[in-house]
């Protein structure tokens, strides 16, 4: 229900490929497992903000609760075409995940890039490779490493 609304919301929004609200589709996979996410995002000219309250969302009914919030800018931007755009976006992102009962609490820390593709056509696309590292597990006392790979898709 929540990837209809989503789709919605995307479909619905007319903001310029440079700047507004949209919504990414992620697929990742680091040492902690793998999730695909929506995330909803809000885009200024240079910075662009994951929040994973969908993911909050979609957790509730199996009594988890995960969210973040990532955040990247722009550093290198190289014009391909007349409406294609490569991109670097280095930045970090903090994840906070446990069951609905508080017995397994878990803070993620990474930092990441965003490596792709930006078409600037219409509301925009963008399609991105996003390398993570960083460490998990903070609050639970065993700190380990996290490292993996991911795709974002975003409108």
């Given at each position: 229900m929540i990837h209809f609304?989503?789709?919605?919301?995307?479909?619905?929004?007319?903001?310029?490929?440079?700047?507004?609200i949209g919504t990414t589709a992620s697929m990742a996979a680091t040492?902690?497992?793998a999730a695909w996410m929506p995330l909803l995002d809000y885009r200024s000219s240079r910075s662009l903000v994951h929040v994973h309250a969908p993911d909050l969302v979609a957790g509730l009914p199996n009594r988890l609760i995960h969210t973040g919030v990532d955040v990247t800018t722009i550093t290198v931007k190289k014009k391909r075409t007349t409406d294609i755009e490569g991109v670097l976006m280095p930045g970090g992102a903090?994840?906070?995940?446990?069951?609905?009962?508080?017995?397994?609490?878990?803070?993620?820390?990474?930092a990441q890039a965003r490596i792709g593709a930006e078409v600037k056509l219409g509301m925009g696309f963008g399609e991105c490779v996003v390398p993570?590292?960083?460490?998990?597990?903070?609050?639970?006392?065993k700190v380990g490493l996290t490292a993996g790979g991911g795709l974002q898709v975003s409108t």
């Open positions: 609304i989503l789709a919605a919301v995307t479909l619905l929004a007319n903001t310029p490929a440079w700047a507004g040492t902690d497992g903090a994840g906070f995940y446990a069951d609905t009962s508080f017995d397994s609490v878990g803070l993620n820390v990474l993570p590292l960083g460490v998990s597990s903070i609050m639970t006392g």
